[in-house]
C-alpha cells in the first residue's frame, strides 16, 4: 500500500504540472513517504520502529539511487520537495505521532494550505507506521479506517 500511495502523490503532482485535470475528489494519504531528504526531527526517531531510518533509506535508494537526499531531485520523484502545490485535489492525510514520516507529512500539508488548496490533517496520538493495518482494534489505533470510510 505504501508503493500506491507514493505513487499516487507523484502521479497527481506530475499531472497538475502537465495542466491535466481528471476532477478527482481528493486524495487520500495514510502515512505517506515523501521526502527523501529525511531532514525533519522525527525522521530520526529511534527505538522499536515498524519503519525505520534504515528503511526509509533502503526505499529512497530503491527508488533514487544513489542521488536520494542529494541536491537536485525533483519534486516529481519525491514530492516532499514541491514548494507549489496548488492544483492538488482536496487532501487527506493521516499519520502517526511515533513516526519517521510525521513532520514531512505536516510539512506537505503546509504546502498545500501555503499554495491555496484544501488538506485536511490527523496526526494520532501514539501512531505508529501503519498501526491501522497492523492493530485497527487496539486502544491506540487511530481511526483512519473510520474517517475514509465515514467521508
Known amino acids: 500500500m505504501l ?24 486524495l ?18 529511534t527505538g522499536d520502529l515498524l519503519w525505520s531510518r534504515t528503511s526509509n533509506q533502503t526505499g529512497w535508494r530503491m527508488l533514487l539511487g ?16 514541491a514548494t507549489d502545490l496548488s492544483g492538488l ?3 487527506f492525510i493521516g499519520v502517526g505521532s511515533v513516526e519517521l514520516f510525521r513532520d514531512g507529512d505536516v510539512a506537505f500539508a503546509s504546502t498545500i494550505w501555503a499554495s491555496g488548496g484544501d488538506a485536511e490533517l490527523h496526526v494520532w496520538p501514539g501512531g505508529f507506521h ?3 493495518d497492523m492493530a485497527p482494534h487496539s486502544a491506540l ?3 483512519p479506517s473510520r474517517h475514509v470510510t465515514a467521508g
Open 28 to 45: 487520500l494519504l495514510l502515512s505517506p513517504m515523501l521526502d527523501d531528504r529525511m531532514q525533519a526531527p522525527s525522521s530520526h526517531l
Open 3 to 26: 508503493v500506491e500511495l507514493l505513487l499516487m502523490a507523484h502521479v497527481l503532482v506530475l499531472e497538475r504540472a502537465a495542466g491535466l485535470d481528471r476532477h478527482l475528489a481528493g
Open 66 to 81: 544513489d542521488r536520494a537526499g542529494a541536491d537536485g531531485v525533483s519534486s516529481y520523484a519525491a514530492p516532499g520537495r
Open 130 to 132: 501503519g498501526i491501522e
Open 89 to 91: 485535489p482536496p487532501t
Open 141 to 143: 489505533a487511530p481511526t
